[in-house]
T-cell receptor
Framework: DAKTTQPNSMESNEEEPVHLPCNHS???????IHWYRQLPSQGPEYVIH???SNVNNRMASLAIAEDRKSSTLILHRATLRDAAVYYC?????????FGAGTILRVKS | GAGVSQSPSNKVTEKGKDVELRCDPI?????LYWYRQSLGQGLEFLIY????????KSGLPSDRFSAERTGGSVSTLTIQRTQQEDSAVYLC??????????????FGPGTRLLVL
């Protein structure tokens, strides 16, 4: 399985944008980049995914480097409810292979 | 609409007993997945179903683990002769279509299993 590398933790202030980086230098041409997050004591929650182009949805934006070897999840205005573990995943055909993720702390 | 539901939410059992964990996927979702999250460890894939068949059981940790899906809907994960190392949160997910790289999976809240 292609691997991703994420910082162990990040901290943000409430109401400010957050940029969560992910490196995936061994990505193949058909791998989709998925982001999930897991709030405390809950199951993972789908956030966003993309292949080559930048993507936006109501939760976040995904910026994908031109060579696809890295990507950034952007939360435009962090709230306390965004405190979670964020996972960057290169999607295998059917299973999600989760790494350690990035623990995002949001300060009020 | 209703999301993925799992039951029980918590289960405490004694070593050596059998347990059954249930998953109700989102209505109309054809694919169903089981994952496990052990304390201090990441999520690991166990098995996935397309309809009632399980093309990949490679993630099941041992032959004490089995799963079935009936009617293309509800799934049951059974652990026989539970061991303490089986203690974990068991998570179920479903997706609308057969697995594809761009298909999102929607997770339930999990069943927290504690084996004493």
């Amino acid at each position: 399985d292609a691997k991703t590398t994420q910082p162990n933790s990040m901290e943000s202030n409430e109401e400010e944008p957050v940029h969560l980086p992910c490196n995936h230098s061994t990505i193949s041409g058909t791998d989709y980049i998925h982001w999930y997050r897991q709030l405390p004591s809950q199951g993972p929650e789908y956030v966003i995914h993309g292949l080559t182009s930048n993507v936006n949805n109501r939760m976040a934006s995904l910026a994908i480097a031109e060579d696809r070897k890295s990507s950034t999840l952007i939360l435009h205005r962090a709230t306390l409810r965004d405190a979670a573990v964020y996972y960057c995943i290169l999607r295998d055909v059917y299973k999600l292979v989760f790494g350690a993720g990035t623990i995002l702390r949001v300060k009020s | 609409g209703a999301g993925v539901s799992q039951s029980p939410s918590n289960k405490v059992t004694e070593k050596g007993k059998d347990v059954e964990l249930r998953c109700d996927p989102i209505s109309g979702h054809t694919a169903l997945y089981w994952y496990r999250q052990s304390l201090g460890q990441g999520l690991e894939f166990l098995i996935y179903f397309q309809g009632n068949s399980a093309p990949d059981k490679s993630g099941l940790p041992s032959d004490r683990f089995s799963a079935e899906r009936t009617g293309g809907s509800v799934s049951t994960l059974t652990i026989q002769r539970t061991q303490q190392e089986d203690s974990a949160v068991y998570l179920c997910a479903s997706s609308l279509r057969p697995p594809r790289g761009d298909e999102a999976q929607y997770f339930g809240p999990g069943t927290r299993l504690l084996v004493l």
